[in-house]
């Protein structure tokens, strides 16, 4: 249900919205670490090295969509936050409406350019045609994955972070029964977890909707859903890009990484798709610690208390420390059978090892760069986390680029890489938000 976060005591109401938000990620996590499981023991390490390619490349379109769900959530926390319902209707129905359009639009580039993004990002010939199979079935789930992200979306904004946990449990108990019935008895390879993810994904948007007409009142919209304000939208635009930006920088820095990847052979790339899932494990709840942040801070920026803002930063801080401490311990101590959940393969296994120890300790430093993302998002600031993730994946980049090409660091590059561009990140944000903390 709805819920008023402008009143009661800042940590236990941190705590509480944040605890639902990383339990709905670690079981979108472990449904993706199931898939990639799946396809690693019972398809082989091409399916999972195809798997693994295009993973950034869904996760760009997504968040392109997703930037557009996320600025007009900060609209939303203010506008609840300060009573304005009636403004606050015509946010959610401008928002679903431009969020539906983009999306078709989105779909049919997306399906139609498959092959020549793969290309771009020099994917093995040998594994071409089994991953551009697989990533047009799951661009033609984007319409469903918005309606998901935009229902999750105004849901948090008005106070209730457990709604879209229960609905993104349903959706990975589905996607991992539709995984072992189309992989393990249809025999449908890597193209029937691509299926299984769409499906599951329509029936979460189902029962969204659902929910929404029985247990919500303020999102019974009516005829309302078909009204569109292009004044709202122009705002929703104003937060969105730069919120869509900040986070397909990130991708578009993620892309390049792979791209260098691919470069090392199949091997690696195995290695590389099987890390990034145990990594979404780490950085994941650190960025939902940063999304709890930004609905306290966009309410009570809404209800004009900045003591309360304040208080709900530090409150934050506090809690993605705690997180990133647990997590470096975890990667370091069991490196290896994390590794060995996901494929048998020797040589892969030693690669990510490799990188699992070596990023492990650095884990602190996104804990970090996530609560003053969350800082600056709460404050309707999406300038400098756009500025502050550029810098980030650029600096990523330019430093995996020689180390890759030219030195021959192999999959060590990657966390030395990442270590460079989340000092450079710090060294961006760091004097802007104690300028605007003292202010506030």
């Not at 494929?343 to 690669?351: A, L, M, N, R």
């Not at 060294?427 to 802007?432: A, D, G």
């Amino acid at each position: 249900m709805t819920k008023d976060l402008t009143t009661g005591k800042i940590m236990p109401i941190l705590v509480k919205f944040t605890i639902p938000l990383v339990l709905g990620n670690l079981f979108q996590l472990t449904y993706n670490a199931v898939d990639s499981i799946i396809v690693g023991h019972f398809v082989g390490k091409e399916a999972l090295a195809a798997v693994g390619i295009c993973n950034p490349i869904t996760t760009l379109m997504i968040l392109f969509l997703n930037g557009l769900c996320m600025g007009a959530s900060i609209l939303m926390g203010m506008q609840y936050g300060a009573k304005d319902y009636d403004t606050l209707h015509r946010q959610i129905s401008t928002t679903m409406l431009s969020g539906v359009v983009f999306s078709v639009t989105l779909t049919v580039l997306c399906v139609i350019f498959a092959v020549p993004m793969l290309k771009l990002i020099q994917v093995d010939p040998s594994i071409m045609d089994l991953t551009a199979e697989y990533l047009r079935i799951i661009f033609w789930g984007l319409m469903f994955t918005f309606l998901y992200n935009f229902f999750s979306s105004t849901l948090r904004a008005l106070g209730d972070s457990a709604s879209p946990l229960y609905f993104l449990i349903i959706s990975a108990i589905l996607n991992i029964f539709g995984d072992l019935f189309f992989v393990i008895v249809l025999k449908a390879g890597s193209n029937g977890c691509a299926i299984s993810t769409v499906l599951s994904e329509a029936l979460c948007c189902l029962f969204c909707i659902i929910y929404i007409q029985k247990k919500v009142p303020i999102l019974r919209l009516g005829k309302k859903w078909l009204v569109f304000d292009a004044r709202l939208l122009k705002k929703t635009i104003a937060y969105g890009w730069a919120s869509a930006m900040q986070q397909a920088t990130v991708q578009m820095g993620k892309i390049a990484i792979q791209a260098l990847v691919n470069t090392m052979g199949v091997s690696v790339a195995a290695a590389f798709a099987v890390v990034n899932r145990i990594d979404d494990f780490a950085i994941t709840p650190e960025q939902n610690i940063a999304h709890a942040m930004t609905a306290l801070m966009a309410q009570n920026k809404g209800a004009g208390k900045n003591d309360r803002m304040r208080e709900g930063f530090r409150c934050g801080m506090i809690l993605e420390l705690v997180y990133g401490a647990a997590v470096m311990l975890i990667c370091l101590g069991f490196a290896r059978p994390l590794m060995s959940l996901f494929v048998k393969d020797e040589e892969v296994i030693g690669h990510g090892v490799v990188y699992l120890h070596l990023i492990a300790v650095m884990y602190i430093l996104p804990a970090i760069t996530n609560s003053l993302q969350g800082f600056f998002r709460g404050i309707g600031d999406l300038k400098v986390t756009l500025m502050s993730s550029f810098t980030n994946m650029t600096v990523r980049v330019i430093a995996a680029a020689p180390m890759v090409l030219l030195w021959n660091f192999g999959i060590e590059a990657l966390p030395y890489s990442y270590l460079a561009g989340w000092i450079a990140m710090l060294l961006v944000e760091t004097p802007l938000m104690l300028r605007i903390y003292r202010k506030k």
